[in-house]
């Protein structure tokens, strides 16, 4: 594919509430000595920044509430040209907000008051017609919206199947590329063995696979880095993978490229801010081994 390549995300807008402490509370326990931020975020929102700061055309769909959340929300979409003309805004609801703690060594909890992202459906949704090289999708939004969309949308598909919900097997039957990390794929078991989609299973650190009907097809290694903040790596590596096998159509190749983005993603604070340009990833890419 010689042009950048066109893609359509339907997915979350939050803005990310982050407390930055030396260790992760237990159930009931209470840590103290917080370092605070506000980041944009949202898986969906997350997806798209990343496939567009690697090079495609990016247009985002969901909704966001009429709120001084918002704006901050949409910042960096906005300011890298991300087309937004599919954001709703909704009177009388917040926008989405997740309240996230990360720890000395870059991991991370997350609670999500998804507020406006529970609004998006058909009738909030703008008109799905437009024609893309792919629609991503992620599971923050109603199971019943991402049925419609299942149904709905035309070309390529790719659902990242987080976080893991009960979802009908139509929907991933429906999936052209289904994007799993270790949990998800556990949650989904059978499910997912059963659908005849690309399956790409993340492996954290460990790089990741790609399997196609229970085969796996290629495999990747993740380059050696050390964390800051894993939020938003994973998303990273969602939209990295996308763009690349959008614009290559090799499945090892884009699985080694998004290894590598996902690994940039992880060396700075917060889920947007930290995602890579090019640059940044080919830099990764050449110290995968
Ligand atoms: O995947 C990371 C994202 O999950 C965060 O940005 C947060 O908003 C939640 O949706």
């Known amino acids: 594919m010689k042009r950048p390549p066109r893609i359509r995300v339907i997915g979350s807008i939050n803005l990310d509430i982050v407390a930055r402490v030396h260790t992760l509370p237990r159930p009931g326990e209470t840590v103290s000595g917080g370092v605070l931020a506000h980041y944009p975020g949202g898986k969906g929102a997350n997806q798209a920044l990343a496939a567009r700061k690697l090079g495609a055309d990016v247009a985002m769909f969901g909704c966001v509430g009429n709120d001084s959340a918002a704006g901050q929300a949409l910042a960096l979409l906005e300011a890298n040209h991300v087309d937004l003309t599919g954001v709703a805004i909704l009177d009388g609801v917040a926008t989405g907000v997740a309240l996230i703690a990360v720890d000395a060594a870059g991991e991370n909890q997350i609670v999500v008051a998804p507020g406006a992202n529970a609004l998006v459906s058909p009738g909030t949704l703008a008109d799905l017609s437009g024609d893309y090289d792919a629609t991503l999708c992620q599971l923050e939004l109603p199971v019943e919206t991402i049925t419609y969309l299942a149904d709905t949308v035309k070309g390529l598909l790719c659902i990242n199947l987080a976080p893991a919900k009960p979802m009908p097997q139509e929907v991933l039957d429906r999936a052209d590329i289904l994007v799993v990390n270790e949990t998800e794929a556990a949650f989904y078991g059978d499910q997912l063995n059963s659908s005849q989609a690309l399956i790409i299973r993340t492996l954290g650190a460990e790089g990741a696979i790609a399997l196609q009907n229970g085969k796996e097809i290629a495999r990747s290694a993740s380059p050696e880095v050390l964390p800051v903040d894993t939020t938003g790596a994973g998303d990273t590596f969602v939209g990295a993978f996308i763009v690349a096998f959008l614009s290559e159509g090799s499945v090892a190749n884009a699985l080694a490229y998004a290894c590598a983005a996902g690994a940039a993603a992880t060396l700075q604070a917060g889920a947007q ?17």
């Not at 801010?273 to 995968?288: C, G, I, K």
Request: glycine letters at 0%; aromatic letters at 0%.
């Open 273 to 289: 801010t930290s995602m890579p340009s090019r640059d940044q990833v080919e830099a990764l890419l050449d110290l995968t081994v």
